[in-house]
């Protein structure tokens, strides 16, 4: 018997059949169903189906940039602000001063997809031997994208195992975000970060995210120092080469207007500190990247003036993350989901296993997370503040998920 269930589900097979994938599939049958509730969208919400406001800091900054800058008609970029901008980028990161002339930075257009693709295509300039992009598990589809793009083979490990092989350029998330939302320790990573044998990607879309239910009994600055420490301090501890691809649209909420990412590129030795300056302009040249965009010079601009708004501007969606966490937390307990809001998972996301048919049958409640073989991934921001609604969502996803 045909259902709304059963045919959404079906027409969720002839689109990836179509090539699209899991994520934009679940974007496309959302949009389509105006009873929809989105659980698959990979930005924080606000509780009432709809994005987080964009973040009024950059808004200002955009329109003082309009006003003074782009009134020049000619190529700009922020060239002449790159050390100050890189010493604001550390800061905000929470890496050691005493590191910063081994880093190198970088402006990529497009935000942090731009940077992650540039972080592939400097790596491959400086290593012509990469072949491979190793990448976990449940990983962001976009990074197999970007092997094809790119004319890589990809090769999935699984769920917080070590990236190693001949050949292979490791890609790993400085914290979880469209994986499980499983935490690793220290030493996990530690362990990681001695493996590699030559460059590593880190994607950090979502800085400080992870430990975002810490602000209830701790600072901001504590959460991204812990972020820091666990995240990024083991690679320069172990003296491991690697290229940082940071968003700023999640942690500052300026999905609408999509300024640069940021990509640093950390250099423990004299050959990584000649090479990487080089495959970064070579690279930024091609993509072309090496002129920016007024929104992009306006996000320079509030980096460099105005960072004690863009550190609030972080806090709320912080803040947002954790108020869901706590109403996920109280939601799940009791049902299969108990297990994914224990403290050993944290974050925008949980990557849950669920029954066969749990696609017809969470699309018949219109509710619309991304679903993999096996898995439904859902955005914990798409819970409703509504407490009837929210319950039922609940209700309606731990009838469909399996324990572990």
């Known amino acids: 018997m045909k ?12 689109l990836l059949a179509s090539g699209k994938d899991a994520n934009q599939i679940s974007g496309i049958l959302f949009q389509r169903d105006q009873a929809g509730r989105n659980y698959g969208i990979g930005i924080i919400l606000d509780g009432r189906g709809k994005p987080a406001k964009t973040s009024t800091t950059l808004l200002r900054a955009a329109a003082k940039e309009l006003k003074t800058g782009s009134a020049l008609g000619t190529y700009m970029n922020s060239a002449k602000t790159m050390t100050a901008l890189k010493s604001a980028v550390l800061a905000w990161q929470r890496i050691p001063k005493k590191f910063a002339d081994r880093f190198h930075l970088a402006l990529p257009s497009d935000a942090g997809t731009g940077a992650v693709k540039t972080a592939l295509q400097a790596a491959m300039f400086m290593d012509s031997n990469i072949a491979t992009l190793g990448l976990e598990a449940l990983s962001w589809p976009a990074y197999k994208t970007m092997a094809k793009v790119l004319r890589l083979d990809s090769r999935e490990f699984a769920l917080g195992k070590t990236v190693k092989g001949r050949g292979l350029l490791p890609i790993y998330q400085a914290g979880p975000h469209n994986s499980t939302g499983l935490l690793l320790r220290r030493d996990e990573v530690s362990a990681r970060a001695k493996a590699a044998r030559g460059w590593i990607v880190l994607d950090r879309a979502y800085s400080g995210l992870e430990y975002a239910s810490d602000l209830a009994s701790s600072s901001y600055d504590s959460v991204m120092r812990r972020s820091y420490k666990n995240q990024i301090e083991p690679f320069i501890q172990a003296q491991t080469p690697f290229l940082l691809a940071i968003s700023p649209t999640k942690s500052f909420g300026t ?21 990487a300056p080089t495959a970064f302009n070579a690279v930024m040249r091609a993509r072309g990247s090496a002129f920016e965009h007024p929104i992009t010079r306006a996000f320079v ?76 991934r859902l955005n914990i921001t798409g819970l409703p503040i509504d407490a009837k609604l929210a319950a039922a969502d609940a209700a309606a996803l731990g009838l469909q998920a399996l324990v572990g």
């Open 255 to 275: 999905f609408a207007l999509r300024p640069c990412g940021l990509l640093l590129a950390y250099c423990p030795d004299k050959k990584s500190m000649s090479a």
């Open 301 to 376: 601009r509030a980096m460099l003036e105005d960072t004690d708004g863009l550190r609030r501007d972080h806090q709320r969606q912080l803040a947002r993350v954790a108020a869901a966490e706590r109403g996920w937390k109280r939601l799940a307990a009791g049902t299969a989901l108990e297990g994914a809001f224990n403290g050993r998972y944290g974050g925008l996301f949980r990557n849950i296993r669920v029954q066969s048919g749990a696609a017809a049958a969470l699309y018949g409640e219109h509710l619309y997370p991304v679903f993999t073989p096996g898995r439904c």
């Open 3 to 14: 259902t709304f269930g059963t045919e959404t589900a079906a027409e969720a097979k002839r």
